[in-house]
């Protein structure tokens, strides 16, 4: 059914069709509304059998997902930023274990300083723990991603993140199709786990491994990214079979033909960038973009082939590597290993900042003729870094850095967050 409805609430509708028997609950914004709707419908009744739990951290919130999913229920939780840090722990612990649980990652900015909008940073920190991490650009992808999460964690019993970005998809509202119930029973079947606390049958879930072990145990995770690689067309084949609809895949190309520049790009930032490249198009110049839906597992091999007749790539990055540059571009240099193409970093959107069509429009133009740096920072303003870069130098008790910088923007003012 098409409904005009904010993200977050048409996320937690596609949750609670998955039919998930334990929901665990920390509010953290921006993806507080999913959880808050998913509650809802538990205490509506609309969502049958299924315990909603409140808990007092977002730690908290991914152990008790740990003990329900190992325990055999179908596991559900979300969060974002410093809530992901809070669970880094046992982030990495499900991912070890094997345990399918699905998790809402409302991407927003890791602090300090404290900020609450959009960025990558908080799932580019847990990109090695092991999970799958699945890159929503629009919420109607957000939706079908969900579906097909469940549908894949549990396939692999590894724990899948779906992300979308916080408040440019979480807080839209727009039309969206929600599937019925009938639709998602019949591509989600009821879980079945491959291990299972059983006081009648006792083992132990989470053993001491000791370096005769530990290597091969490791590959073995690494092992299941892999299947997910093969698993996650087969999955969104199926899935559009069913739906009638296009969402997921490892990745997904628009106007590559012929297109001497190509833009990669992760999450909502792609819809500006296809805008772009229409009107460049439009204009004569030979340019196209991909969006990476799976950025764990890491598409290599299909980016490779994707990528093999342009000149040159442009990664658009909504996180930064201090000392480094772009993580996603490090990535798209390994699948372009032995072809020579130039990867441009373009570092873009920080803490929410706004990416226009006029900015990326100078950028690309910039890029098709060769004339980007390694790493470019988009719309940095250079005179607030040059003041100060001028005060560390000349006054050893400089001050904090951000407050600094506000203060530069907004002289003689009241600090703005």
Known sequence: MRKQMEGSQAVAEAVALCRPEVVCAYPITPQTHIVEGVGALVKSGKLKQCEFINVESEFAALSVAIGSSAAGARSYTATASQGLLFMAEAVYNAAGLGLPIVMTIGNRAIGAPINIWNDHSDSMSMRDSGWIQLFAETNQEAVDLHIQAFRLAERLSCPVMVCMDGFILTHAYEPIDVPDQAQVDGFLPAFEPVQVLDPSDPYSIGAMVGPE???????????????????????????????????????????????????????????????????????????????????????????????????????????????????????????????????????AGLGGRSITRASLTKIFQKATGDQLDDVTFLDLNWQAIKQQLTRARDTRHSGPIAENILRTLNPGGVLKA
């Open 213 to 347: 072990a530990f290597t091969e145990v490791r590959y073995l995770a690494h092992q299941k990214q892999m299947d997910a690689l093969l698993m996650i067309p087969e999955i969104s084949a199926e899935f559009e079979e069913i739906f009638g609809r296009t969402a997921g895949a490892l990745l997904q190309a628009y106007r590559t033909q012929d297109a001497e520049t190509i833009i990669v790009a992760l999450g909502s930032v792609s819809g500006s960038i296809k805008e772009v490249v229409d009107t460049m198009r439009h204009d004569g110049v030979a340019i196209g973009a991909i969006n990476i839906t799976s950025f764990r597992p890491f598409p290599l091999e299909a980016l490779r082939q994707a990528l093999s007749e342009a000149q040159r790539v442009v990664c658009i990055e909504k996180s930064l590597s201090p000392g480094l540059g772009g993580v996603l571009a490090s990535n798209v240099r390994m699948s372009l290993r032995g072809i020579g193409l130039p990867v441009y970093t373009v570092i």
